[in-house]
């Protein structure tokens, strides 16, 4: 059905005392329309795989944006949920728990890093992070009161809260909600030289993701991210990355800064820390850095709770133990192969790392999101950005066959909107 015709049905059948209780109806009466969702209701998850309320199945080729990176329901994880909740689930940080220790421990191996503040979504982590970054700033880099600067890239993606929309450089993001928040500039992403030229005696610290998710898989120059380090270091300037996306085995390492052998000062997490089950997030960092943070001057009821410290090293060790992060590398390579072997004049671009794509289609010709709904039509989830990139972004747990029925979609979805027009088709 026409999406726009569904709409207004939508928007009807609120008036409808037959129609308005269905899924699609009550959703579009009640809930805030901040979102635009392709016009399907999942009932239940398994693996990759999703089913609508009319029993059709979808692979899911989006993994919510990373936090299903170990699939939907998986086994172990549900258990870890499932056992803790029978035990407690949230007790707040006003006391400790058996859960909160092995869960940054493990975290804080894995990273390389010294300590973690654990949160509850990713917004909440780079809040966490920008704040260390500033009382850092103060007690370290005796930055004089209330003028530690924080730099961030064009195109950045870090949240949605009011002082991270603000230092957005998306209007779409930033129109009706200022004032902002000062302490903030946008530098352009992948230039490292301008980058140094912006840094100052009252630059706290450099914020970055390693590949823009949001922007559309935006992966920046080889050797930016050294050049980063180089000059953070130089400058006495804390380099902090957003990995919330990007991290966990997303890209084929655990974390995607590790392709150019850096460590960060400070490092964002969240999506799939919490498995696919609960929002888990946290702040990892060295020791100056995490160690900013006494008791009373941060914190979170729900931060650190048993309940998502169980999930989120059960999350860890499934990633880990089933080898996650090798099969992201394998296959996202061979996705990259696939993706850049089709010949359609839809595709100006195939840009990613690991099991992480964008697809970039030709505006002049067809939208993201023309393309997101006939693949949906062929039983393929996944959702446009900025109207022009499909992200190709799996649950890690998929097998080469699966991946290569989504890429059939694909293509068939292609040739599909190609015979539609008057674009000429490619050979192929």
């Known amino acids: 059905m026409d999406t726009i015709l569904k709409t207004s049905a939508l928007e009807s059948s609120a008036l409808d005392p037959v129609a308005a209780d269905t899924p699609l109806a009550l959703e579009g009466r009640w809930c805030a329309r901040n979102y635009k969702p392709l016009p399907v209701v999942i009932e239940r998850g398994e693996g990759v795989w999703l089913w609508d309320t009319d029993g059709r199945r979808y692979l899911d080729m989006m993994s919510a944006y990373s936090a299903v990176n170990t699939g ?92 991270i929309v603000g230092f957005s450089s998306e209007e779409e993001y930033r129109d009706g909600f200022g004032p ?16 140094a030229a912006a840094i100052g005696p009252n630059t706290a610290a450099v914020l970055l993701e390693p590949i823009q998710g949001e922007a559309g898989i935006v992966v920046p120059p080889a050797g930016y991210l050294r050049r980063v380090r180089e000059i953070c270091d130089r400058t006495n300037t804390l380099m902090i990355l957003d990995e919330i996306q990007s991290g966990l085995g997303r890209t084929g390492r655990w974390f995607a800064h590790q392709h150019e052998g850096i460590r960060p000062d400070g490092l964002c997490l969240g999506k799939a820390l919490g498995g696919g089950m609960l929002p888990v997030s946290a702040f990892v960092a060295r020791q100056d850095v995490i160690g900013v943070f006494k008791p009373g001057n941060h914190g979170s009821t729900f931060g650190g709770n048993p309940l998502g410290a169980a999930v989120g090293l059960e999350a860890l060790r499934v990633i880990e133990e089933e080898g996650l992060v090798e099969r992201s590398a394998e296959l996202g390579a061979h996705l990259m192969a696939r993706l850049r072997a089709i010949e359609s004049p839809l595709i100006a671009d195939v840009r990613g790392r690991g099991l992480w794509v964008g697809v970039e289609i030709d505006p002049a010709l067809a939208t993201a999101r023309s393309v997101c709904e006939e693949l949906m039509r062929r039983g393929v989830l996944s959702k446009e950005t900025h109207e022009t990139v499909i992200r190709l972004a799996p649950p890690l747990v998929i097998s080469r066959e699966e991946l290569d029925w989504a890429i059939d979609r694909l293509i068939e979805t292609l040739r599909a909107i190609e015979a539609k027009g008057t674009i000429p088709r490619a050979s192929a």
């Open 72 to 163: 939907h329901g998986h086994p172990r994880i549900l258990k870890a949920l499932t056992d803790q909740a029978a035990k407690v689930a949230i007790v707040s940080r006003a006391f400790h728990t058996d859960r909160l220790g092995p869960f940054l421990a493990k975290l804080c191996q894995l990273t390389g890093l010294d300590g973690a503040c654990p949160m509850n979504t990713g917004a909440e982590a780079v809040e966490t992070a920008i704040k260390a970054a500033r009382r850092w700033g103060y007690t370290h880099k005796h930055i004089p009161d209330g003028m530690a600067e924080i730099l961030v890239a064009e195109g950045n993606f870090h949240g949605r809260t009011t002082t």
């Open 180 to 195: 902002f928040a000062p302490g903030f500039r946008i530098v352009p992403y992948g230039d490292a030289d301008a980058l």
